[in-house]
């Protein structure tokens, strides 16, 4: 109960920091985000291309573990992981404050599930996530990132956003390691405490997910109770 209400105060201190306390919009914001979702990024300061396209990497990190924790879950996960594409940790938060915590998998995997639950995915994300970086970094102009993060309500909340996004990750990550049988509290922290890329490892690393089918174990258990 405490972690639920932990959850939903945080999205509501979210909305209003976003909707009260960050910079002011700026005139030519949709004009940014129409460039930079059309891929005309001429003018545009590599670092906000970098973190721009980094948060459509993150849902996808997320969805390799939320489609698989929402299946023991009565709160559906999918439009959480949606929704999530447009406005990030706004609406994975609401998602973390409903569920249950839900170490178990079972039923089998489809083919969407399979290609969520491949290494094969985990390194293309983690090489997609790389280059964003990279590109960024080496390219990117600092002062005028940190003007526009002090200035621009879309730049300073999409900070934010990644931010959260990096913090709420072991949310979700004990339950996945359970249910892959992942013991490791090392690994654990490690995965935690790096940033995007600590995420982004452990979707490579991780083992695939044993799958129980509903009817066998319903049968191993009814013939050990005859």
Request: charged share 10%.
């Amino acid at each position: 109960m405490i972690r639920k209400f932990g959850f939903g105060l945080l999205w509501i201190g979210m909305i209003t920091y976003a909707s009260f306390l960050a910079p002011p919009n700026q005139p030519d914001t949709f004009e940014l985000i129409k460039n930079l979702s059309l891929g005309n990024l001429e003018g545009i300061n590599p670092l906000i291309v970098a973190l721009f396209y980094i948060m459509g990497v993150w849902p996808m990190i997320y969805s390799c573990l939320l489609f698989f924790d929402g299946r023991g879950q009565k709160v559906p996960a999918w439009p959480f992981a949606a929704v999530s594409f447009g406005v990030g940790a706004f609406s994975l938060l609401p998602y973390l404050a409903l569920r249950e915590t839900n170490p178990n998998f079972s039923g089998e995997k489809n083919a969407f599930l399979k290609l969520l639950d491949s290494r094969i995915t985990g390194i293309f994300l983690t090489l997609a996530a790389a280059g964003l970086v990279g590109y960024g970094v080496f390219t990117g102009n600092w002062g005028d990132f940190i003007q526009q993060w002090q200035t621009s309500k879309f730049i300073h909340v999409m900070s934010l956003d990644f931010c959260l996004l990096c913090l709420l990750f072991p949310a979700l990550l004990g339950d996945d390691m359970a249910r892959r049988n992942l013991k490791n509290p090392l690994f654990f922290l490690a995965v935690a405490l790096i940033p995007l890329f600590g995420p982004l490892v452990y979707l490579c690393l991780r083992i695939p997910l044993p799958v129980t089918n509903p009817q066998s174990h319903q049968a191993t258990i009814t013939s050990t109770t005859h």
